[in-house]
């Protein structure tokens, strides 16, 4: 299994441009998650999915949309990138409800210019 | 709602010293406790977790953490340090009825030095 992959590794973006955070898992997990990690906060929730087809917000949702048509994709869209979103973001999954171990992916880190 | 302190942004340390990375946390519900490591360049990976049973939890690598109801707390501890654990280390809770929901401390960055 490759667990949790992530592309890209890194991007840049100039303000009010937008794009798509890939995450993938190859685990059949239901739920998968989207932080974004900064100096000093550690990391936060954005979203979340307990399912194909189920998606709910996290503690930071704001600037972001993601979708979860499939079980194994949950892409994280910016749809007009600002400065402030500047930061590595980290796609996560579970097995299911109630499991205890989180698998994270390798991150994304983001620039906005 | 759940929230955790981890009052040490960095820790710095010579090789084959002891160490405590301390966290606190504090919630309304029963909670699960988790230690995640990250190394430079790299993702999250779990450490050690506390679920229930034994409040003395270890990991395959010489950490050790105590779940301690009464203070909150769940110190993560190592009696000596190598140079490879040299990471940013986070804690973290969720509440028992929602493991999928973590909430993270702000991190610890252990530095170990030769």
């Known amino acids: 299994n490759a667990g949790v992959t992530q592309t890209p590794k890194f991007q840049v973006l100039k303000t009010g441009q937008s794009m798509t955070l890939q995450c993938a898992q190859d685990?059949?997990?239901?739920?998968m998650s989207w932080y974004r990690q900064d100096p000093g906060m550690g990391l936060r929730l954005i979203h979340y999915?307990?399912?194909?087809?189920?998606?709910d917000q996290g503690e930071v949702p704001n600037g972001y949309n993601v979708s979860r048509s499939t079980t194994e994709d949950f892409p994280l869209r910016l749809l007009s990138a600002a400065p402030s979103q500047t930061s590595v973001y980290f796609c996560?999954?579970?097995?299911?409800?109630?499991?205890?171990?989180?698998?994270f992916g390798p991150g994304t880190r983001l620039t906005v210019l | 709602a759940q929230s955790v302190t981890q009052l040490d942004s960095q820790v710095p340390v010579f090789e084959e010293a002891p160490v405590e990375l301390r966290c606190n946390y504090s919630?309304?519900?029963?909670?699960?406790l988790f230690w995640y490591v990250q190394y430079p360049n790299q993702g999250l990976q779990l450490l050690l977790k506390?679920?229930?049973?034994?409040?003395l939890v270890e990991s395959i690598n010489g950490f050790e953490a105590e779940f301690n109801k009464s203070q909150t707390s769940f110190h993560l501890r190592k009696p000596s340090v190598h140079i490879s654990d040299t990471a940013e280390y986070f804690c973290?809770?969720?509440?028992?009825?929602?493991?999928?929901?973590?909430?993270f401390g702000t991190g610890t960055r252990l530095q170990v030095f030769p």
């Open positions: 685990m059949n997990h239901e739920y």
């Open positions: 999915s307990v399912g194909a087809g189920i998606t």
């Open positions: 973290a809770v969720s509440p028992f009825y929602n493991t999928d929901k973590l909430i």
């Open positions: 506390y679920l229930s049973g034994s409040t």
């Open positions: 996560a999954s579970t097995p299911g409800q109630n499991t205890d171990t989180q698998y």
């Open positions: 919630s309304s519900v029963s909670v699960y």
